[in-house]
């Protein structure tokens, strides 16, 4: 089992920055690959970034060079440094974990970029 606690979501005006933070607890020697998702109103949910156990990362065409995704050395926490914020970026932002077994999926934290 794994367990993943996302923070750090709030609202920000376009332009601004957020930092969100996903805490992983539980076997996480299992996972694999951990990420971020987002799903704004009405869409469905996509892909926001990626980071596995060798640290190779991986990111959507509309965030790259916006978004950086990061880990510590102990793996037990990810996180999403948003730079450059656009209304687009408005969702609700999910951290999952990939493992052998099931994925795992956080409750999610909602930015919202709006003047």
């Known amino acids: 089992q794994v367990q993943l606690v996302e923070s750090g979501g709030g609202l920000v005006q376009p332009g601004g920055s957020l930092r969100l933070s996903c805490a992983a607890s539980g076997s996480i020697f299992a996972i694999n690959v951990i990420g971020w998702f987002r799903q704004a109103p009405g869409k469905q949910r996509e892909l926001v970034a990626t980071i596995n156990r060798g640290h190779s990362t991986n990111y959507a065409e509309s965030v790259k060079g916006r978004f950086t995704i990061s880990r510590d050395n102990a793996g037990n926490t990810v996180y999403l440094q948003m730079n450059s914020l656009k209304p687009e970026d408005t969702a609700v932002y999910y951290c999952?974990?990939?493992?052998?077994?099931?994925?795992?999926w956080g409750q999610g934290t909602q930015v919202t970029v709006s003047s």
């Open positions: 999952r974990a990939v493992t052998v077994g099931p994925d795992y």
